[in-house]
């Protein structure tokens, strides 16, 4: 059974930085963070596609401001995120994908874990 399990949100102020964590039970193709801001749609944030060469995608709002990284020998995808900004304020969900293109695509993700809330304020 495929689980995910996101810990590391919080309140900071903008300027701010936190890591967030997925632990999971089973690596796939596509392993990556979305997020859905109040009132709005779920939307890609960072991608790594694990098999066939470690790479990443990250949305155009990232800016080079996040980044995805994995252990897994823990088993373990990361979010680092620094310089927040109250845009940033969303429900943080871990995916997993076998999709051979799912990169930051939603709908293409069929394994999610329960989200951990990230809230900048100004």
């Known amino acids: 059974q495929v689980q995910l399990v996101e810990s590391g949100g919080g309140s900071v102020q903008a300027g701010g930085a936190l890591r967030l964590s997925c632990a999971y039970t089973?690596?796939?193709?596509?392993m990556g963070w979305f997020r859905q801001p109040p009132g709005k749609e779920r939307e890609g944030v960072a991608v790594?596609?694990?098999?066939?060469?470690?790479?990443?995608a990250y949305a155009d709002f990232v800016e080079g401001r996040f980044t995805v990284s994995q252990d897994n020998a823990k088993k373990t995808l990361y979010l680092q995120m620094n310089s927040l900004k109250p845009e940033d304020t969303a429900m943080y969900y871990c995916?997993?994908?076998?999709?051979?293109?799912?990169?930051?695509?939603?709908?293409?993700?069929?394994?999610w874990g329960q989200g951990t809330q990230v809230t900048v304020s100004s």
């Open positions: 790594l596609r694990v098999i066939g060469g470690s790479s990443t």
């Open positions: 995916a997993s994908s076998n999709h051979p293109s799912a990169w930051l695509l939603v709908d293409r993700y069929l394994y």
């Open positions: 089973t690596s796939m193709m596509f």
